[in-house]
């Protein structure tokens, strides 16, 4: 009796080790532990040059320390986003394939466009908010004001006859842009480019004679004289530049900015997703790295993880849906 009784402990131990094993070693956790043992492939849903291009590039070498494998960054502009946000929900949920969303891809396309070819709540596991980015107002250098109201006197004066460029329809540039058209009462041609480095081209060239962009985007042109900065599209004053005033307090209560998250496809293992979010989380607020940040006007953002994301995608597909009703924006 006494050594049945053995053998069924020695069967019952072997067993619930076997268990143990089967477990730690399912997909989803053994990923975990092994993730990352490749590079991991980040799409940026702008040009090279853009304002969230240059961000990013910021992080790299943190990430790949953090990781122990390289992130490598696609730029896969255009349709204000859509392309590159559409590649990552249809990619495998390796947590290979990442996103960098914004105000666009997952905000104001879902109202701008009559449709998109994902959803911004369920085609994505969010992994984190890591920095949010106002927007300012810069213009060609022959336009004849340094101030916001000198150039809405200019834009009454010429009905009609200026454009001002985005980096493309729907995008955060692009809604900055009819805002303040709203707001100040102007007639201005909106011309949408694949991408905000584009349409700085143009704008340097002289064929636009505005547009909304980020501090990193503008920052070498507005110092090498080729643009000019008049006005932050923001609640207070960036750290980027305190000296700038918002364009609220120049008379034109415009609010228009974007932001940078994370996104993973859908159904990315919860191990991945938050081995993720630790490393951005950690290399946006790097001392360093965040100082650079601020000076190209990205604000990082501390303590962000997937819920908190995926809880603010919610807000932000609801308040750009009303500010896109406010402007009588129509859907395309």
Request: hydrophobic letters at 45%; zero cysteines; a positive charge.
């Amino acid at each position: 009796m006494l050594n049945h009784l053995k053998t069924f402990l020695r069967t019952a131990v072997h067993a619930a080790a076997l268990t143990a094993m089967a477990v730690s070693l399912s997909p989803a956790a053994a990923q975990g532990s092994a993730y990352p043992d490749k590079p991991i492939k980040l799409l940026v849903p702008f040009s090279a040059g853009g304002g969230q291009d240059l961000f990013v590039r910021n992080l790299l070498p943190k990430l790949g320390e953090l990781l122990g494998q390289p992130v490598v960054i696609d730029n896969r502009a255009g349709a204000a986003g859509n392309i590159a946000a559409a590649a990552v929900a249809m990619a495998q949920p390796d947590g290979y394939t990442l996103l960098l969303g914004t105000a666009a891809t997952h905000g104001m396309n879902q109202a701008i466009f009559k449709s998109v070819p994902f959803d911004a709540l369920t085609s994505f596991e969010p992994v984190a908010l890591i920095a949010e980015v106002p927007l300012v107002l810069v213009v060609h250098p022959s336009v004849p004001a340094n101030d916001v109201k000198g150039l809405v006197a200019y834009l009454k004066a010429n009905p009609g006859k200026f454009a001002y460029g985005s980096s493309g329809t729907g995008a955060p540039l692009h809604l900055a842009g009819e805002l303040f058209k709203k707001a100040a009462g102007v007639d201005i041609l909106h011309v949408p480019y694949k991408g905000s480095g584009p349409a700085i081209v143009d704008l340097v060239a002289g064929r636009t004679i505005m547009q909304f962009d980020t501090y990193a985007a503008t920052n070498g042109h507005v110092k090498a004289g080729t643009l000019k900065r008049l006005g932050v599209a923001s609640a207070k004053r960036s750290r980027a530049a305190p000296d700038l005033p918002t364009l609220r307090e120049q008379g034109y209560p415009v609010e228009a900015y974007s932001w940078s998250g994370i996104f993973a496809p859908a159904k990315t293992p919860k191990a991945v997703v938050d081995k993720l979010a630790h490393a951005f989380g950690t290399a946006v607020n790097d001392p360093a790295i965040s100082q650079r940040l601020y000076d190209i006007g990205f604000e990082p953002v501390a303590n962000s993880g997937p819920e908190q994301l995926r809880g603010f995608v919610a807000s932000e597909l609801h308040k750009w849906a009303e500010t896109v009703k406010l402007a009588n924006i129509k859907p395309e």
